[in-house]
């Protein structure tokens, strides 16, 4: 069991269910218990917080669904014959609205919205438990953690649907549902969320692993910032970030033995000891949080295999780069217990010349299995660094040496020689692209990367992706027939 984790439970543990059915985002209550009748200790306070966190545990996010999406979208994988049909669509972008797995990334955002909808609204009633049975501060930041994860699940939204509902109350009982608002209305309550959440969270080392801290809104509304193009605020986020830094060996971000570590901002949770609440017998939402994630044994070369990382990935590395064989097995490497095993797979009997190592058990297992614990990095420093070096180059008056220091920082620990100094705007904004590529490789930012720039007929070139279209998934069919405020009309563009 791993020390000092939160072990992120859902609220019906206490008799308290959330559901969105499958005809309206609503949020039920089987039992009905009041607001009034459970909020009445810190216990209880903390455990609506946490039901909110075990939403980014579900399949249609970060255990399952997500990792193929982004990875596969940014082609920064390769499907082998295995591969299943619904998540081959995204290497040649040929889903549509009735994509079961986009529906549950949908489905667990909104569950998540409405979890954290639930702790917000009842702002009083938590405030009116005595201050000798809950302090102030501690009432202050439930609300704080419950609007750093509200915006949070936002922004996964609005960067993958655009013009979507904006709910920030709790559904009335009607099931009627919401219509859809700007995007430009989401991202004002993502920045009004995490400016009022930063004050009220704690510094790292002050929280217990896993919660939000004050470093993680302070990193998220940067990166909301920078996704807007508003440089200098987001500038002024990151500069804010205190008692972060690299990780001296890079592949200490992808292993369990090392998670919260240094440079680690925020994290998804995962323990291995758990197992799985509702794996392969939930709904399509995956509304169970999964304790263990799939990733390990989807991506494992000795396992299941399903994908693998592209040629156009594994092309990228410069001679010498570290990351390179601390991202991806190939022939000859070794792995297991005390490695003791040979890479000998590829290209035999498998679609591509390498796999990943990246979150995989190999460095100390022979196989994976389906309770893979390894923590899910979200944010992470060097991230960061590069974000503040785009920023640098790209505000007025932006000094691109400033920016290719901060680039070099993160070429130092991965073994490279720096850049040099008095490159252009546009040669920096080059090597950003190359080394957020290789630096975050199957992390599941390219695909935004690429859609913010704006260089997908470069990036994505050969692959089936149209411009106007695929910058933005499909809103779920379902969502759209249930929903009395949503019409064909309301479709994003294309689909």
């Given at each position: 069991?791993?020390?000092?984790?939160?072990?992120?439970?859902?609220?019906?543990?206490?008799?308290?269910?959330?559901?969105?059915?499958?005809?309206?985002?609503?949020?039920?209550?089987?039992?009905?218990?009041?607001p009034d009748t459970f909020f009445q200790n810190p216990v209880q306070v903390q455990s609506a917080v946490n039901a909110v966190y075990s939403n980014l545990q579900t399949q249609g996010l970060y255990s399952r669904h997500m990792f193929f999406m982004m990875d596969n979208m940014a082609h920064e994988n390769g499907g082998n014959t295995q591969l299943e049909a619904d998540k081959r669509q995204y290497l040649d972008f040929s889903f549509d609205s009735s994509h079961g797995a986009i529906g549950a990334y949908w489905e667990s955002c909104y569950r998540?919205?409405?979890?954290?909808?639930?702790?917000?609204?009842?702002?009083?009633?938590?405030?009116?438990?005595?201050?000798s049975?809950?302090?102030?501060?501690?009432?202050?930041?439930?609300?704080?953690?419950?609007?750093?994860?509200?915006?949070?699940?936002?922004?996964l939204i609005v960067t993958r649907f655009g013009d979507a509902p904006l709910i920030t109350t709790l559904p009335p009982d009607d099931g009627v549902g919401f219509p859809k608002s700007s995007a430009e209305e989401i991202y004002a309550q993502i920045i009004q969320d995490l400016q009022e959440a930063i004050p009220t969270l704690k510094l790292k080392g002050e929280e217990e692993n896993g919660r939000a801290t004050k470093g993680a809104a302070q990193g998220l509304l940067g990166k909301v910032y920078l996704f807007l193009e508003r440089y200098d605020d987001a500038l002024t986020q990151f500069n804010a970030l205190n008692g972060y830094s690299l990780e001296d060996d890079y592949f200490n971000n992808f292993k369990e033995e090392t998670e919260f570590g240094p440079e680690s901002i925020f994290e998804i949770q995962y323990d291995d000891d758990l197992g799985f609440s509702a794996q392969w017998n939930s709904d399509r939402s995956g509304e169970g949080p999964?304790?263990?994630?799939?990733?390990?044994?989807?991506?494992?070369?000795?396992?299941?295999?399903?994908?693998?990382?592209?040629?156009?990935?594994?092309?990228?590395?410069?001679?010498?780069?570290?990351?390179?064989?601390?991202?991806?097995?190939?022939?000859?490497?070794?792995?297991?217990?005390?490695?003791?095993?040979?890479?000998?797979?590829?290209?035999?009997?498998?679609?591509?010349?390498?796999?990943?190592?990246?979150?995989?058990?190999?460095?100390?297992?022979?196989?994976?299995?389906?309770?893979?614990?390894i923590n899910f990095k979200y944010m992470r420093y060097a991230d960061v660094l590069l974000m503040m070096a785009e920023c640098e180059s790209m505000r007025p008056g932006g000094d691109q040496d400033t920016a290719v220091g901060?680039?070099?920082?993160?070429?130092?620990?991965?073994?490279?020689?720096?850049?040099?100094t008095g490159l252009s705007q546009?040669?920096?904004?080059?090597?950003?692209?190359?080394?957020?590529?290789?630096?975050?490789?199957?992390?599941?930012?390219?695909?935004?990367?690429?859609?913010?720039?704006?260089?997908?007929?470069?990036?994505?070139?050969?692959?089936?992706?149209?411009?106007?279209?695929?910058?933005?998934?499909?809103?779920?069919?379902?969502?759209?027939?249930?929903?009395?405020?949503?019409?064909?009309?309301?479709?994003?563009?294309?689909?």
């Open positions: 069991m791993k020390n000092n984790k939160i072990i992120l439970t859902i609220l019906a543990s206490l008799g308290l269910v959330f559901s969105c059915n499958e005809d309206s985002l609503e949020l039920t209550n089987p039992n009905e218990l009041s998540g919205i409405n979890k954290a909808n639930f702790v917000i609204e009842n702002a009083e009633t938590i405030n009116a438990i005595l201050p049975v809950m302090s102030t501060e501690d009432k202050q930041k439930a609300m704080g953690e419950a609007k750093f994860l509200r915006a949070l699940f936002y922004f999964n304790e263990a994630t799939f990733r390990g044994q989807e991506y494992g070369f000795n396992d299941w295999f399903n994908v693998f990382p592209s040629d156009d990935l594994l092309n990228e590395y410069e001679e010498g780069d570290i990351r390179f064989e601390q991202s991806f097995y190939v022939n000859g490497d070794t792995f297991g217990p005390d490695s003791t095993l040979t890479v000998d797979h590829f290209p035999s009997n498998a679609g591509g010349n390498a796999g990943w190592s990246k979150y995989n058990n190999y460095y100390k297992d022979a196989n994976e299995d389906q309770t893979s614990g901060l680039i070099n920082q993160v070429r130092e620990r991965a073994g490279l020689d720096p850049l040099p546009t040669q920096v904004f080059d090597a950003l692209i190359h080394e957020r590529k290789v630096e975050l490789a199957g992390e599941q930012c390219r695909f935004n990367d690429i859609i913010r720039w704006g260089v997908s007929d470069t990036e994505l070139a050969g692959t089936n992706f149209q411009a106007g279209k695929h910058e933005l998934l499909p809103i779920p069919q379902a969502e759209i027939d249930a929903n009395i405020n949503l019409t064909s009309a309301d479709q994003n563009p294309g689909y």
